[in-house]
């Protein structure tokens, strides 16, 4: 998402908060998910963001609506700019969504672009073990090819055309997806949707940093920043510099 959103708005700062010390939320359970994302936000409003995005998939799933009713920010979460893709992008109303246990068992994107396109036909499958594929930088090769064989093999021979990565992991493993999933599956990118969403809300408010020569990247963790700073710039795309740790209030 990061990765995502700093492409889009190259001129905007950006706060990133991994709450690396208690991932993964895909495995835990909706109040204990709640909890987390609540804590998490309440670290980022002291840093005065202007618009809160929930990254997670599960946090997405189980907080969103919390955090909503609780804060005076925009808060935005992936699951539903990444479902309005899915639907534009499918011909045949066949998607397939792929994601942690926790965002498959909660129904959300199942919910989402049910209510979007009532005659598509939704797939879904967790995939627990690309994340730590991800986590490890094995995102080509034989392992992770055999691994995205196994979790879509079901998903294809359903027909599907489109394919919704709903976590944000995932990604990271694209080309290897892709090449499983044929070209005539189009993969979408919950971020990538997000980020379009981000910019939207933030140019409607009128906040939009468009001339900032120098924005200010800052990077918090709650768990080691020397372990954070070595896997980050996977996900986010860059040299993160200095990782901050910071603990829940």
């Known amino acids: 998402m990061f990765r995502r959103v700093a492409e889009r708005l190259p001129a905007e700062s950006i706060v990133y908060l991994g709450d690396t010390a208690r991932v993964p939320y895909g495995t835990k359970s909706a109040e204990t998910v709640v909890r987390y994302a609540r804590a998490c936000a309440q670290i980022l409003l002291e840093r005065e963001i202007k618009v809160l995005v929930v990254a997670c998939n599960t946090a997405t799933a189980y907080a969103l609506d919390v955090l909503r009713d609780e804060l005076a920010i925009p808060v935005l979460g992936v699951i539903e700019p990444g479902a309005r893709r899915a639907v534009t992008a499918t ?39 690309f994340v730590p594929l991800a986590e490890e930088g094995w995102v080509s090769g034989p ?7 196994a979790y879509l093999a079901e998903l ?62 800052r990077y918090l963790v709650t768990d080691s920043p ?15 510099g200095t990782v901050e740790w910071v603990d829940f209030p």
Do not use: W
């Open 91 to 129: 011909r045949n109303g066949r998607i397939g969504v792929v994601g942690t246990a926790g965002t498959i068992a909660s129904g959300a994107y199942q919910s989402v672009l049910s209510s979007l396109a009532p005659n598509v036909q939704v797939s879904c499958k967790p995939c627990p073990l």
């Open 156 to 217: 294809l021979a359903q027909g599907i055309d489109t394919l919704l990565l709903g976590c944000t992991h995932y990604p990271l493993l694209r080309e290897v997806i892709q090449e499983v999933a044929g070209p005539s599956v189009a993969i979408v990118d919950s971020a990538e949707a997000t980020s379009v969403v981000v910019a939207d809300i933030l140019e409607g408010m009128g906040v939009c940093d468009a001339a900032q020569d120098s924005p200010q990247y």
């Open 226 to 240: 020397t372990s954070f700073a070595r896997v980050g710039q996977h996900f986010l795309g860059r040299d993160v």
């Open 143 to 149: 392992v992770p090819r055999q691994i995205a064989e």
